[in-house]
């Protein structure tokens, strides 16, 4: 019997230039939030619900940055949402904790698109093995087929 796997998203991470860029934009958010006396959750604003929700349990958001699929969060709820114009959108509810993957070159595109279990990157492993390495050294060893 096959092992069921969830169904992820890939998502473009617009105005990040780094799995560092992401975690620090995170941590600011959570910092300002707790100082307004708030709890935090992170988000993902899209404006289509994704017609396979029902497989997405357990699935995570593969974010793309600088053209490369670099890391991922795991998906812990979609909300629909009306927009203060009366746009229907949706919040795609993110664990904060960002898990670096071996990277792999995608183009840019608009919106979110599904990532089958099958065809996602792995997580880095030994993260202590590339974590001191710059991204842009990452991006290059990747696309050489050596890391």
Not at 53 to 58: K, Q, V
Request: glycine fraction near 10%; hydrophobic fraction near 40%.
């Amino acid at each position: 019997m096959a092992e069921w796997m969830s169904l992820n998203l890939i998502k473009l991470c617009v105005g990040c230039d780094s799995i560092q860029d992401l975690e620090s934009w995170i941590a600011a958010n959570a910092d300002a939030a707790r100082s307004g006396g708030f709890a935090y959750e992170q988000v993902a604003t899209t404006r289509m619900m994704p017609k396979r929700r029902g497989e997405m349990d357990g699935g995570s958001l593969y974010w793309v940055i600088k053209g490369q699929i670099a890391c991922r969060q795991r998906i812990l709820d979609l909300r629909p949402f009306t927009d203060g114009d009366g746009v229907g959108r949706v919040h795609i509810v993110l664990d904060q904790t960002v898990v670096a993957v071996k990277p792999r070159r995608h183009r840019a595109f608009q919106g979110w698109r599904y990532l089958e279990a099958k065809d996602a990157p792995e997580d880095l492993a030994g993260a202590a093995d590339t974590g001191d390495m710059p991204e842009a050294m990452k991006r290059e060893l990747a696309d050489l087929g050596l890391l």
